[in-house]
Each structure stands twice: as structure tokens, then as C-alpha cells.
């Protein structure tokens, strides 16, 4: 085997996953049965919560702003239900069930969630953004005839692609496809260093350069340390130099970054911003949900880790699109990182929208501005002489009127001593 086909077949081995904190939950035991499904689709069960009382602090002044209008941001992850709160989900595709596509399913409760901190109508950043799904990997979905775990591709109607870096890439392209102008990965690929070396990351670079080229911003969720994800591992695809990594910060340290995070890119690169989800939106498409139930149903394993603070990025670029349609993905990129916190790069959205870029200039006025133009010499002359004979004229005025009045007494005085 050629050295090109093994780094290709590698890339294609090489698992991507949602990055939850602390371990995925396993598929249950039993399968939550859905209407019209085989009951051996088995997906994990949300716990039911209250609604939030609204969106996080702060958000209102940015959304007088911007509330991401217009702005189409895809979904790449385990599916995102069809939830009222998002507006009508957007399919883009689905890599895990290709033969039977369903990408607004979602078995394993975390797209959904991922959509909702981006676009809910009550809580999102964008609310009036539009969510485009790509269902890309899965740890609970079971194909319905050998209800095997459709993980890393292995299972039985899925292609060798779903749930792999170069499933990743194919992803992207298929929402570049659909038109997403920002896309949001929470589903990474862990990798040692040594392994990285030897990956064919082509495919996925070429994806990540054709959404440079179509001025769409990719958002990455910077990784969980784990036994198989530690300090000198890579993350894809959140290491490329064109993707916004973003780290989790501590729920109660919130400018310190939560012990599960991976750092987020090299030194001042990076951004974090919250990465728990007390209440999130429930993937059987109703109602609000505090975390997922695991295989024993017993235990709830809330939603918490770097796959949530990487959309609450994407949905503070949904509303910088709106306000600056024209500009670059690079451009979106560096007024993201020009407004986040010294440090780890804490995101705000108000911040975001109101800092000034750093190419900002003030526009000219369009009224051409000229000096006045020095006066002609001969004019300046001729308009002495002018007032140098009104001068005079005045002056012999003033003598005239002096003797007229002499003159009259004294013609007077004669006329008087004539009589």
C-alpha cells in the first residue's frame, strides 16, 4: 500500500465526535421508540426542564443591533430536530443515513442543542437566523435491520465516511451546498500528535479553503481533554489557521477556562465563551430539555463542554454577517478576535458588534474642500484708486459744505447794510 492510499485510508478511520464534557453516554439499553420508526432505533431521552426565563444577559442590546436576519448558519453534528423555537430547520444532508436521509433527526440529543444556542427564538444569539442541519456522525442512532451503532462508519447502510474526518469534510462541502455563510462544528476529531503526522488531511483542507473562497466562516469547538484527548494532541478542525477555535469557559470562574477544555489555538489566537447549557431545547422537537438520560436511564448527563461555547461564537458572526454583509470571511474573523477579552478571548456579542475594526477609518465628506485663492494684484489696485476717489470726493464734499454757509451770511450782511 502506497504511503498517499494509508494516509487516505487513516483520515477515513479517524473518528469524529460531539464534544461533551466527561464521557458520551452510551446508547441505552432501550430504544426510545419514535413515531413511524422501527423500534430499534435507539436515541437517548431527554430530561424535560421549564423554559428559560429568556436569553443570557446582555443580549438584549445586541439584538437592537442585529439578530442575524437573513444569515443561513449550518449545523454540522448529530441532526437537529425541527423544534418550533428554531423557525423551520433548513436539511442539508445526512452522512449517517444516506440511503434514508434524515438529517432533522437527532438521536443523540446534542445538534439540537448546539442549533438552539445559536438560533432559538427565545434564547439564541441569532434568533432570526435560518438553521441548516447536516447530520454527520452519531453515537445512538441504529440502523432499523441490524440495529448496530452507527459510529465511525462501521455500521451496516452507512457509508465508510460517516462520522470520520473525511465524513468532516464532506460535510462542509454539503453545507457550503446548501449556502451557509457560517458553520458551526461541535463534532471534532481528537488525534495524538504522532497520528496527525501521518493523516491525509487533504480532503478537509480543500473543504475548509472552498469555505474561505465562499466568504463562510467555519466555528470549531476546541476539544475535551480526555484519556484519548491531552495536551499535545490535534484537534481537527479546529487547529486550521482559517477556523475559529473556541474553548469553554469554568461556569463558576467565568473568565478562567473549565478544567474539561482543550485550549483553543496557540497563544492569542484562541476565544472561549460559555460552554454549559442549563436548559437547551429538546431533541424530540417539543419543548426544553436539561440534559440527556444515559444507558441505565438513571443518571442525567447535562449538556456541558466546548461543543457548547463554539455556537455561541458562530451566532455572534450570524449577527456581525448581517450588519456587514460585503465583507470577508477573514475580515468577520478578525472583528471577532478584535473585540474578545485579553486572555483567553472571551466572546460578547455586544462587544463584537460595537468594536471598531482595526482598519476602521472615517469616511471623507464628499464636498470637496479648496483653499481661497489669493486675489489678483490689479484688482487689489484698481479697487484703491476706487476708494482713494471716494476719499476725495468725500473730503471736498466736507470743504463745500464748510464755506456754502459763509458764503450765504456774508451775501446777507451786504443786502442788510444796503438798506
Request: hydrophobic share 45%; proline share 9%; charged share 15%.
Amino acid at each position: 500500500m502506497t504511503g498517499g492510499r494509508a494516509r487516505a485510508r487513516l483520515a477515513a478511520s479517524v473518528l469524529v465526535v460531539p464534544v461533551l464534557a466527561g464521557c458520551l453516554p452510551s446508547p441505552p439499553a432501550v430504544a426510545q421508540e419514535q413515531p413511524g420508526r422501527q423500534p430499534d432505533i435507539a436515541c437517548a431521552v431527554p430530561e424535560p426542564a421549564a423554559a428559560p426565563a429568556g436569553p443570557p444577559p446582555g443580549l438584549a442590546p445586541a439584538h437592537r443591533i442585529a439578530t442575524g436576519a437573513g444569515v443561513r448558519v449550518a449545523v454540522v453534528d448529530t441532526g437537529v430536530a425541527d423544534h418550533p423555537q428554531l423557525g423551520g430547520v433548513v436539511p442539508g444532508g445526512d452522512l449517517v443515513s444516506p440511503q434514508a436521509p434524515e438529517p432533522l433527526l437527532d438521536c443523540d440529543g446534542h445538534g439540537t442543542v448546539v442549533a438552539g444556542v445559536i438560533a432559538a427564538r427565545d434564547s439564541g444569539i441569532a434568533p432570526d437566523a435560518t438553521v441548516i442541519s447536516v447530520r454527520q456522525s452519531s453515537a445512538h442512532y441504529r440502523q432499523p435491520a441490524t440495529g448496530e451503532t452507527n459510529q465511525g462508519g462501521a455500521a451496516t447502510g452507512a457509508t465508510a465516511t460517516t462520522g470520520t474526518l473525511a465524513g468532516l469534510a464532506e460535510a462542509v462541502h454539503l453545507a457550503l451546498d446548501a449556502g451557509a455563510q457560517v458553520i458551526n462544528v461541535s463534532v471534532v476529531s481528537c488525534v495524538p500528535a504522532d497520528v496527525a503526522a501521518r493523516l491525509d488531511t487533504g480532503p478537509l483542507d480543500e473543504a475548509l479553503y472552498r469555505a474561505e473562497a465562499d466568504g463562510a466562516v467555519v466555528v470549531a469547538a476546541a476539544g475535551n481533554q480526555s484519556r484519548t484527548c491531552g495536551p499535545g494532541a490535534v484537534v481537527y478542525p479546529a487547529h486550521a489557521p482559517t477556523v475559529l477555535s473556541v474553548a469553554a469557559l469554568d461556569r463558576d470562574a467565568p473568565h478562567a477556562l473549565a478544567g474539561y477544555s482543550m485550549p483553543a489555538g496557540t497563544t492569542g489566537s484562541g476565544l472561549a465563551a460559555p460552554g454549559a447549557v442549563p436548559t437547551g431545547l429538546s431533541p424530540d422537537g417539543n419543548g426544553w430539555a436539561a440534559g440527556m438520560r444515559g444507558a441505565d436511564r438513571g443518571e442525567v448527563v447535562p449538556f456541558a463542554g466546548t461543543s457548547f461555547a463554539a455556537p455561541v461564537v458562530s451566532g455572534t458572526v450570524a449577527l456581525l454577517r448581517e450588519r456587514h454583509p460585503q465583507e470577508s470571511a477573514a475580515q468577520l474573523r478578525e472583528r471577532v478576535r478584535g473585540a474578545a477579552e485579553p486572555g483567553h478571548g472571551v466572546v460578547d456579542p455586544y462587544s463584537a458588534l460595537t468594536h471598531l475594526a482595526a482598519d476602521f477609518t472615517v469616511a471623507a465628506r464628499d464636498k470637496e474642500v479648496t483653499a481661497t485663492p489669493a486675489p489678483d494684484e490689479r484688482a487689489r489696485r484698481a479697487a484703491l484708486l476706487v476708494m482713494g476717489g471716494l476719499g476725495l470726493l468725500v473730503l471736498a464734499g466736507v470743504v463745500v459744505a464748510g464755506l456754502l454757509p459763509r458764503r450765504v451770511t456774508a451775501r446777507r450782511l451786504r443786502t442788510h447794510r444796503r438798506r
